[in-house]
């Protein structure tokens, strides 16, 4: 079975504060994704990498910026954290085909 | 402006009986289409896919039907169990893009 793990299920941080979401997948696959998920707007892509060193830009990569040192970990970083990036925010990987798997998200929350 | 929309935000279906989701698309680039399921504090589950060069897909109790002219497509589950009691989520993606996708609509099988 794939699994995806992100570092923390819940976390609360101080406007301002530099905040490091960490995912690990452990099926080798090439492609990993960071997500945030808002009501009424579904999931929307931040970041994705398609290999080890590599990031490209999702839809709204405002105020984020993403790092992948090793293929199975992608890490997303807040620079300085606020309040409007209070979200729940999920990592996915996927191989070559299609279906993507989701790690179990991460409900940040930025006072 | 979304370029997927699942305009049912929440749907209440009782057991036993057939739910219907739907989605609506704007880009006719899109030829390849995912439903994902989510539980509570989980990550996104994938449930059933289907291609543009067909209309129908079907999984056990879930189909996935496909309407290329209306730009339209809609899962329906048959017969709805308790436990499909979720959020499901309708993605679309255009070839050798990343996929987009909806707000999600939460369904409630009543026992």
């Known amino acids: 079975d794939v699994k995806v793990t992100q570092s923390s299920r819940y976390l609360v941080k101080r406007t301002g504060e530099k905040v490091f979401l960490e995912c690990v997948q452990d099926?080798?696959?090439?492609?990993m994704f960071w997500y945030r998920q808002d009501p009424g707007l579904g999931l929307r892509l931040i970041y994705f990498?398609?290999?080890?060193?590599?990031?490209e830009k999702g839809d709204i990569p405002e105020g984020y910026s993403v790092s992948r040192e090793k293929k199975e970990r992608f890490s997303l970083i807040l620079e300085s954290a606020s309040t409007n990036q209070t979200s729940m925010y999920l990592c996915a990987s996927r191989t070559t085909g299609d279906e993507q798997y989701f790690g179990p998200g991460t409900r940040l929350t930025v006072t | 402006d979304q370029q997927v929309k699942q305009n049912s935000p929440s749907l209440s279906v009782q057991e036993g009986r057939i739910s219907i989701l739907n989605c609506d698309y704007t880009n006719s680039m899109f030829d390849y289409f995912l439903w994902y399921k989510k539980y509570p504090a989980e990550g996104p589950t994938f449930l059933i896919s289907i291609s543009s060069i067909k209309d129908k897909n079907e999984d056990g109790r879930f189909t996935v039907f496909l309407n290329k002219s209306a730009k339209h497509l809609s899962l329906h589950i048959v017969p709805s169990q308790p436990g499909d009691s979720a959020v499901y989520f309708c993605?679309?993606?255009?070839?050798?893009?990343?996929?987009?996708f909806g707000p999600g609509t939460r369904l409630s099988v009543l026992p």
């Open positions: 993605a679309a993606r255009a070839y050798g893009q990343n996929f987009v």
């Open positions: 990498s398609y290999d080890v060193k590599m990031k």
């Open positions: 099926m080798d696959h090439e492609n």
